[in-house]
């Protein structure tokens, strides 16, 4: 079987909605946007960071980012604080409930999977398992994309 890359894209977001959807009814947790989840994931336990270092690492612009967290900071998902040797910068913390809400929601996902992939046949189930390194091999490779994308040009010599 030959690699379909338009195949495989367009099953990649519908996958993400109907899992994300799935966790949510089965444990009744409550509607997250995609970029409040991935903002929680980017700040797990005992992890600070800047605005500036989530821009990049989300790959969303510091405005996105900035408009992202008040409004998170409003829900109670995240706190801002200034930097104790610094306070000209701020830093980025998951509260509590954001954490335990991902917690929530990972479990569920794990479950909500592993509970579809009973359904599979062994060999859907074996193919699945084998491409899961080159899929995490692919997603490094898109963040790096992305990343490099991000860096300013270097200026022309004349």
Known sequence: MSFDAARLASVISPLRRALA?????????????????????????????????????LGLNRTTISNLLTAMEIGGLV?????????????????????????????????IVSDAADELSPGEREALGAALPALEHLLELLVEQRAHAMEPAEPQQA
């Open 21 to 57: 959807a799935a966790a949510r009814q089965r444990d009744q947790l409550p509607h997250l946007p995609d970029s409040h989840v991935d903002v929680i994931h980017a700040l797990p336990r005992g992890t600070v960071r800047s605005p500036g270092d989530l821009s990049v690492l």
């Open 79 to 111: 706190a801002r604080q200034h930097r104790a040797d610094d306070r000209r910068h701020v830093e980025v913390v998951a509260s509590a409930e954001a954490l335990t809400l991902a917690d929530r929601f990972d479990a569920v996902s794990t479950a």
